[in-house]
């Protein structure tokens, strides 16, 4: 490898030398950063517009909550006053009543079809081209959110057809997160693989803040509930625009790449990653003991997601008593110290890797150790706070800010085992474990039906003892070699 970066670098020399518009091109507009902004960029709108009506519903529709959690007063902040909430001054027209559950429901869908349509979509990422695939998807999303407030107002909330609208939904960005990751690994090279992965999962994150925090924006500072929709939606349409014209799918492709950078990408990924379509060794990879591995702990990772991340709301909520605006603030505040965070981590990694400090398998295995047992044991702390508000608060946010380290070790391990076929690994990481979601989902209504402080201690404890016992699977027996599957079946023109 050494032998080959040095001819690479002689050839950099050389070329600038002759040419001062390659010297321009090479210093601000190389095209693996290009591809990679773009896909953090469609992550976000894919993040905002999956979620559109589940944060505008209480502006068009009266949303009735359940009472069960008031049914017991045995835990020991009832006594607690609710913090007062500003009134807002917009007055919105309620279109339909809807109960909470039913609401829940709705979104529910959304993440059913969308497991299920991951495994097409690594599939067709691929044997075949993913690009095109991503801007079907970005522009269907999009014109689905821009023609949902003409739905909503026709069918007057018709609560089968905004089913139909979530179920479609789902299945059209199903497809989106096995195709960015095939994109990467045609793009990332071995020695930038981390720090380039963390400005595509960073995307994640403030997609989530754009979603939360955004959308409510929009909407009060507009004083119509459809602007989110229309907005997010001709966003979406505008980057698809751009990724058609600007991105492709590797760099044997792309006319626009200078000669130096290919040469690069080519030696970086030599006997790694095959651009050619392939088929995909299906049978060894159901049989490959380290894809169950990674299986499992992916699963495991989305329950305690399920059990920290997504009870912080519920749980400021019903035990501290925080009002609906407090609540949609610090639901969003970890995600801004977790887009900084996994940026940084990215950019160490790559550093401490490849100058030989630390091994890429002891790196993954430090992360995930770090994003799997910070989380819950510091969710757990936290609610031996009791009714101390800013101590849980701060807490909660360093614990979910720790869940960076997850996913930067998680979501590179496909690329790390099989680049030429990391779309659809990731769908069967990410897919199998969004099913291991809805159990954990159902089994925190089992633990904790009342929502008392002792029950939610109960699921946070149950949290840490999964955290404990598939981290220590996995680090005992995770690899992060090239495995021999990864070598193409059959090559095609």
Same mark, same amino acid.
């Given at each position: 490898?050494?032998?080959?970066?040095?001819?690479?670098?002689?050839?950099?020399?050389?070329?600038?030398?002759s040419?001062?518009?390659?010297?321009?091109?090479?210093?601000?507009?190389?095209?693996?950063?290009?591809?990679?902004?773009?896909?953090?960029?469609?992550?976000?709108?894919?993040?905002?517009?999956?979620?559109i009506?589940?944060?505008?519903?209480?502006?068009? =529709?009266?949303?009735?909550?359940?009472?069960?959690?008031?049914?017991?007063?045995?835990?020991?902040?009832?006594?607690? &006053?609710?913090?007062?909430?500003?009134?807002?001054?917009?007055?919105?027209?309620k279109?339909?009543k809807?109960?909470?559950?039913?609401?829940?429901?709705i &979104?529910?869908?959304?993440?059913?079809?969308?497991?299920?349509?991951?495994?097409?979509?690594?599939?067709?990422?691929?044997? $075949?081209?993913?690009?095109?695939?991503?801007?079907?998807?970005?522009? =269907?999303?999009?014109?689905?959110?821009?023609?949902?407030?003409?739905?909503?107002?026709?069918?007057?909330?018709? %609560? %089968?057809?905004?089913?139909?609208v =979530?179920?479609?939904?789902?299945?059209?960005q199903?497809?989106?997160?096995?195709?960015?990751?095939?994109?990467m690994? %045609?793009?990332? /090279?071995?020695?930038?693989?981390?720090?380039?992965?963390?400005?595509?999962? =960073?995307?994640?994150?403030?997609?989530?803040?754009?979603?939360?925090?955004?959308?409510?924006?929009?909407?009060?500072?507009?004083?119509?509930?459809?602007?989110?929709?229309?907005?997010?939606?001709?966003?979406?349409?505008?980057?698809?625009?751009?990724?058609?014209?600007?991105?492709f &799918?590797?760099?044997?492709?792309? /006319?626009?790449?200078?000669?130096?950078?290919?040469?690069?990408?080519?030696?970086e990924?030599?006997?790694?990653?095959?651009?050619?379509?392939?088929?995909?060794? +299906?049978?060894?990879?159901?049989?490959?003991?380290?894809?169950?591995?990674?299986?499992?702990?992916?699963?495991? !990772?989305?329950?305690?997601?399920?059990?920290?991340?997504?009870?912080?709301?519920?749980?400021?909520?019903?035990?501290?008593?925080?009002?609906?605006? &407090?609540?949609?603030?610090?639901?969003?505040?970890?995600?801004? /110290?977790?887009?900084?965070?996994?940026?940084?981590?990215?950019?160490?990694?790559?550093?401490?890797?490849?100058?030989?400090?630390?091994?890429?398998?002891?790196?993954?295995?430090?992360?995930?150790?770090?994003?799997?047992?910070?989380p819950?044991?510091?969710?757990?702390?936290?609610? +031996?706070?009791?009714?101390?508000?800013?101590?849980?608060?701060?807490?909660?946010?360093?614990?979910?800010?720790?869940?960076?380290?997850a996913?930067?070790?998680?979501?590179?391990?496909?690329?790390?085992?099989?680049?030429?076929?990391?779309?659809?690994?990731?769908?069967?990481?990410?897919?199998?474990? !969004?099913f291991?979601?809805?159990f954990?989902?159902?089994?925190?209504?089992?633990?904790? /039906?009342?929502?008392?402080?002792?029950?939610y $201690?109960?699921?946070?404890?149950?949290?840490?003892l999964?955290?404990?016992?598939?981290?220590?699977? +996995?680090?005992?027996?995770?690899?992060?070699?090239?495995?021999?599957?990864? $070598?193409?079946?059959?090559?095609?023109?």
């Open positions: 490898m050494s032998e080959d970066m040095r001819e690479v670098r002689e050839s950099l020399e050389t070329t600038s030398a040419s001062s518009e390659s010297i321009t091109r090479i210093a601000y507009l190389r095209q693996r950063y290009l591809v990679t902004f773009m896909i953090m960029f469609i992550t976000i709108n894919c993040y905002t517009n999956r979620a009506i589940t944060e505008t519903i209480e502006f068009f =529709a009266e949303v009735t909550r359940s009472r069960n959690s008031t049914k017991h007063k045995n835990h020991q902040c009832l006594e607690l &006053q609710p913090l007062l909430e500003k009134k807002s001054s917009l007055n919105f027209t279109i339909f809807i109960d909470s559950e039913t609401s829940d429901s &979104q529910d869908l959304f993440y059913l079809s969308y497991t299920l349509t991951h495994f097409p979509g690594g599939i067709y990422a691929d044997s $075949r081209n993913p690009k095109h695939l991503l801007s079907l998807v970005t522009v =269907a999303c999009s014109f689905i959110n821009i023609l949902s407030p003409s739905i909503i107002k026709i069918t007057k909330g018709n %609560h %089968h057809v905004m089913r139909a =979530a179920i479609l939904l789902g299945t059209f199903g497809a989106i997160f096995p195709s960015t990751l095939n994109m690994a %045609h793009w990332a /090279p071995l020695r930038e693989r981390a720090s380039l992965m963390s400005l595509n999962l =960073a995307g994640f994150f403030l997609g989530l803040v754009a979603s939360k925090s955004g959308t409510k924006l929009l909407v009060k500072s507009s004083g119509d509930w459809t602007t989110p929709f229309y907005v997010f939606g001709a966003i979406g349409v505008f980057l698809a625009l751009i990724w058609e014209l600007w991105v &799918q590797d760099p044997h492709h792309d /006319p626009r790449i200078t000669p130096e950078e290919k040469e690069y990408l080519d030696v990924m030599r006997g790694l990653v095959d651009h050619n379509p392939k088929r995909i060794p +299906y049978f060894a990879m159901f049989t490959s003991f380290q894809v169950w591995i990674l299986i499992l702990v992916h699963a495991a !990772n989305r329950g305690i997601w399920h059990f920290t991340g997504m009870m912080t709301p519920v749980y400021t909520k019903d035990i501290l008593k925080y009002g609906n605006d &407090q609540i949609n603030l610090m639901s969003t505040l970890p995600y801004i /110290p977790m887009t900084v965070l996994i940026i940084a981590l990215g950019y160490f990694s790559d550093w401490i890797t490849r100058n030989g400090y630390v091994s890429v398998l002891t790196m993954r295995k430090v992360f995930t150790s770090l994003g799997m047992m910070g819950p044991i510091y969710m757990l702390t936290g609610s +031996y706070g009791g009714c101390d508000r800013l101590g849980a608060v701060i807490i909660f946010v360093i614990g979910m800010t720790q869940f960076a380290f996913y930067l070790a998680l979501y590179l391990i496909p690329m790390d085992l099989s680049p030429n076929y990391t779309g659809f690994l990731a769908s069967l990481t990410n897919g199998f474990g !969004n291991g979601g809805f954990f989902k159902k089994f925190s209504m089992w633990v904790a /039906p009342d929502k008392t402080i002792h029950q $201690r109960d699921l946070f404890w149950v949290s840490v999964i955290a404990m016992i598939s981290n220590l699977v +996995y680090v005992i027996f995770c690899n992060v070699k090239v495995q021999s599957w990864n $070598r193409p079946l059959v090559k095609r023109k």
